[in-house]
């Protein structure tokens, strides 16, 4: 007899899939979830044929921006973003690192234009696979080691 925990579907909204396990909760903070009012599920350590453990969230009646799923991209490069609609899939795609990055990363940088006046950051990507990003301003790199968030 095999033994499983059955979560409900949802009729509309999307589901991360395959996020490493100590990513997902970096992704609801990066997303905001935590402060979104209508039904989010999380799943993590979950069994993966892909990862050996990965992450999941079901977030209802949520469609993300491409600025949203960038930001996904960038701490969980293997995911997976399903579009259900009507309890239907309608769209599975991995999410794919930008080539360019603007207004979410800060630069490392501390003499940075952007860390001492009003300038949105802009990055390219110089590495997708160990991820480094050039300042567009100051021309420094920025490693997923020393990748901050703006607010």
Not at 107 to 125: A, D, G, I, L, S
């Amino acid at each position: 007899m095999k033994k499983e925990l059955v979560v409900s579907a949802i009729e509309n909204g999307t589901v991360i899939d395959h996020i490493p396990s100590n990513a997902v909760y970096q992704v609801i903070r990066l997303l905001g979830l935590e402060k979104y009012e209508d039904e989010v599920l999380i799943g993590t350590n979950l069994k993966s044929e892909k990862l050996l453990r990965k992450g999941i969230i079901k977030i209802k009646n949520k469609y993300f921006t491409n600025q949203e799923i960038n930001k996904i991209a960038l701490v969980a490069p293997a995911a997976t973003l399903i579009k259900i609609e009507n309890y239907e899939v309608i769209d599975k795609r991995e999410v794919e690192i930008p080539d360019h990055i603007e207004n979410f990363v800060k630069c490392m940088n501390p003499k940075c234009v952007t860390n001492n006046e009003v300038v949105p950051t802009r990055f390219n990507v110089v590495d997708k696979s160990d991820l480094k990003l050039r300042c567009h301003y100051c021309e420094k790199i920025t490693t997923k080691e020393t990748m901050r968030f703006t607010e």
